[in-house]
């Protein structure tokens, strides 16, 4: 499982990034209004009905909240088919959830997506990736938003203040951008009931005091439920299945249910699925030899090297798999294939 050492690179490049503004949300806040939309964050509106001349030239200068953007559906499907790798129940449904969601012009209720997996299996990879399809900045844009466990909800004593920050932070940001993405990661690690706070959030209220968060997406990750997964993943494996061949109906029951009984997973007896407002569970499967070369492939490539497959093969072999005897899924997923690479 991932912990949080194993993770801390990539993390604090995303916190540095800007994904996180807890202080400037925070500060805004305080005041009511975050400092967001205290930099005059212009929202251009509708897609439909091009932004005023002016309104378009000062969207050149400072990120404008696009509410009504349509979802490049074909982009996203493409860039998720040719970049995550052994993910295909992740691929079909984080796909259908968007491009029904952002096709729909009044949902009744935010998208909640919780994306369930073993460390390194391409969780926060695809928020990256969904990230930057909602709002081209990405996780530096001012609307997505990143909170990390033990990097902002350290300590257990501090429960009920990290809730009226949560509701505050959201309140604010979703009124400067209804669109607004919060991406929780390392849910397993979040205290219990530190969630629960959001729930009004979640739930089907046309506004709360006045703010209307139908528009906006909340994905929340976790290592919760990736034993669960990678059971039923050598299931079928030991019974000679293909991987391909599990359906999003063989894991989401399971997984709903272990993660709301599991003390350790964010979720534990949450009203969040105890009201049935987690639109997708969605299942990550553990990694395979052949994916994590494909991550290294990747890696090469991304590095503009040409793809050498006697080095492919020695990271590949440098990685550990699991279970004891047949060793088919990498424990870190693809986790260290960039730091392995630098050796090679
Ligand atoms: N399925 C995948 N397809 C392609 N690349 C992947 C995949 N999984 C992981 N990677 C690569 O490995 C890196 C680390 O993965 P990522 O941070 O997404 O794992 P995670 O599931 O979020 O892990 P953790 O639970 O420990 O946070 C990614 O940035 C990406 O380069």
Known sequence: MGDAHDSSRG??????????????????????????????????????SPPLPSAALSCRFAECCREEQRLNASALKLELEEKLFGQHLATE??????????????PKKPLTLSLHGWAGTGKNFVSQIVAENLHSKGLKSNFVHLFVSTLHFPHEQHIKLYQDQLQG?????????ASSVFIFDEMDKLHPGVIDAIKPFLDYYEQVDGVSYRKAIFMFLSNAGGDLITKTALDFWRAGRKR?????????????????????SGLWRSGLIDRNLIDYFIPFLPLEYRHVKMCVRAEMRARGSAVDEDIVTRVAEEMTFFPKGEKIYSDKGCKTVQSRLDFH
């Open 11 to 48: 993390r604090d490049d995303k916190a540095k990034g800007g994904g996180w503004k807890r202080e400037e949300a925070g500060e805004g806040v305080a005041r009511g209004q975050p400092r967001d939309a205290s930099r005059a964050t212009h929202k251009d509106g509708d897609t439909d």
């Open 93 to 106: 449904v984080i796909l259908k959830a968007l491009t029904g969601f952002k096709n729909n012009k009044n």
């Open 169 to 177: 932070w959201i309140r604010g940001n979703v009124s400067a951008c």
């Open 244 to 264: 391909e061949d599990i359906q999003l109906k063989d894991l989401e029951p399971v997984l709903s249910v272990g993660v709301f009984n599991n003390k350790h």
